[in-house]
């Protein structure tokens, strides 16, 4: 019997902009993590202490450290509770600085993958950084992503070499998301006259359109829930607002929507915590605007309320404690993380490049939810 992953106070969708066609390691809370200090901070990186960061690149990285950071030519790991740091190597260009599941490799800049342990793949650079991507769940076993019109490419870690998803429809790729048990992804795709959100297995094969955006509407990002039952999607309706739907992939013949109320009509980025029903966006069209927001039942809030400086939504270090950066914009970033809505937002280190979380995912699921009689055959290369 399929449970059903009740997130938030649910409404049928009357008025849609649309027509239809695992939990990671648990991270601090905020309470037990450091304040930040009140002492004069060094020139340059400063972390919670007040303290700079160490000369030289050393130390091994554990689970426990799953704030990552680049700052001075280097990449580190933090753990928020106990404040340990590890550097994890250096690095001139981070482009997307963004980690596998299993939080041991990093993609960076023009499809570079380093590895942080003798077992991580690590490769050099080959062609240009990716508008959109996401790694294979639930291992890295690979990396899916597009530029512009092409249709995607996927890089595998055992070879580095990249293949072409040929049999994907053709158009601009919008956002790209893996299921959490690897076999499965979910695709936005700008078709011409209109957006369609798209399932394939994790070859590209056997796609599918499971919804199609009507006039005014833009479909900004796709996930899916760390249970893999339900496919997720921010719709933006210009002029108004944004709301966020998901779909049951073992029905499919319909959608739902969440109450958004709050959450601007150019909200993209959409985070869904690990478990438990928050779920976290940006919003704003350029860096100086950018706003982190938080959606539990009541609707949207800003994660850090009252700030000047522009914020985004990094990910969730576990169910209920956003990363979250403020500034930016050409200029040194502070990282924080925040414990829900209306708790204080809490320095983790400022004066950064770019952050990222750095999670380990666990108990993915196994399987893709489909309706009776129309699950694809399963992808003979495995999980991603």
Same mark, same amino acid.
């Given at each position: ?7 938030? =106070?649910?409404?049928?969708?009357? /008025? ?6 695992s939990t ?15 002492t004069?901070?060094?020139v ?10 160490? #000369? ?5 990285? /554990?689970?426990? #450290?799953?704030? $990552?950071?680049?700052? @001075? ?12 740091l590890?550097?994890?190597? %250096?690095?001139?260009?981070?482009? +997307?600085? =963004? ?6 490799? $990093?993609?960076?800049?023009?499809? !570079? ?7 991580? +793949? ?7 950084? +990716? ?6 769940h639930?291992?890295?076993l ?22 072409r998803? *040929? ?7 919008? *956002? ?14 700008? @078709?011409? #006259? ?8 994790? %070859?590209?094969k056997?796609?599918v ?7 005014? /509407? ?23 607002l944004?709301e ?7 029905d499919?013949t319909?959608? %739902? ?8 009509? /150019? ?5 869904? $915590?690990p ?32 700030? @000047?400086?522009?914020?985004? =939504? ?19 970033? !502070?990282?924080?993380m925040?414990g ?11 004066g ?14 196994? @399987? ?5 009689? #129309?699950? +694809? ?8």
């Open positions: 019997m399929r449970t059903r992953w009740v997130v938030l =106070a649910l409404v049928l969708v009357a /008025t849609a902009c649309t027509s239809t066609s990671s390691t648990p991270a601090p809370t905020v309470a037990g993590s450091p304040a930040p200090s009140t004069t901070a060094p340059g990186t400063t972390l919670a202490d007040g303290s700079g960061l160490p #000369e030289g690149c050393s130390g091994k990285p /554990t689970t426990r #450290e799953t704030v $990552a950071f680049v700052a @001075e030519g280097r990449a580190w790991a933090l753990d928020p509770a106990a404040g340990s590890a550097c994890l190597f %250096e690095v001139a260009d981070p482009g +997307p600085f =963004a980690f596998g599941p299993q939080g041991d490799r $990093a993609l960076l800049a023009d499809m !570079q993958v380093q590895g942080l342990s003798a077992t991580a +793949p690590t490769w050099p650079a080959k062609g240009q950084t +990716p508008s959109v991507f996401d790694w294979g639930p291992l890295g690979a990396i899916v992503y597009a530029n512009g019109a092409d249709t995607p490419l996927k890089r595998f870690m055992d070879d580095g070499k990249v293949q998803l *040929s049999t994907l429809p053709a158009g601009t790729y919008q *956002s790209i998301a893996y299921h959490p048990s690897g076999l499965a992804l979910g695709f936005i795709v700008n @078709e011409g #006259e209109g957006q369609g959100i798209w399932l394939s297995d994790n %070859e590209g056997h796609p359109r499971l919804v199609f955006s009507k006039p005014d /509407t833009v479909f900004s990002s796709v996930a899916f829930s760390p249970d893999g039952t339900q496919i997720w999607w921010i719709a933006q309706h210009t002029g108004a944004s966020i739907h998901w779909m049951d992939l073992a499919r319909g959608f %739902e929507t969440i109450l958004t109320r709050g959450l601007a009509p /150019t909200a993209h980025g959409l985070l869904l $915590a478990s438990g029903p928050l779920l976290a966006a940006t919003q704003g069209t350029d860096c100086a605007d950018r706003q982190a927001m938080i959606v539990d039942a009541d609707g949207a809030h800003p994660a850090i309320p009252g700030t @000047e400086l522009p914020t985004q =939504a990094l990910g969730w270090l576990d169910a209920s404690t956003l990363l979250v950066s403020s500034g930016g914009c050409d200029q040194p970033t !502070q990282v924080s925040v829900g809505v209306g708790q204080h937002a809490v320095a983790l280190v400022d950064v490049d770019v952050a990222a979380p750095r999670t380990v995912l666990r108990d993915a699921p196994t @399987e893709v939810p489909a309706p009776p009689n #129309e699950a +694809p055959p399963a992808p003979p290369g495995g999980v991603g």
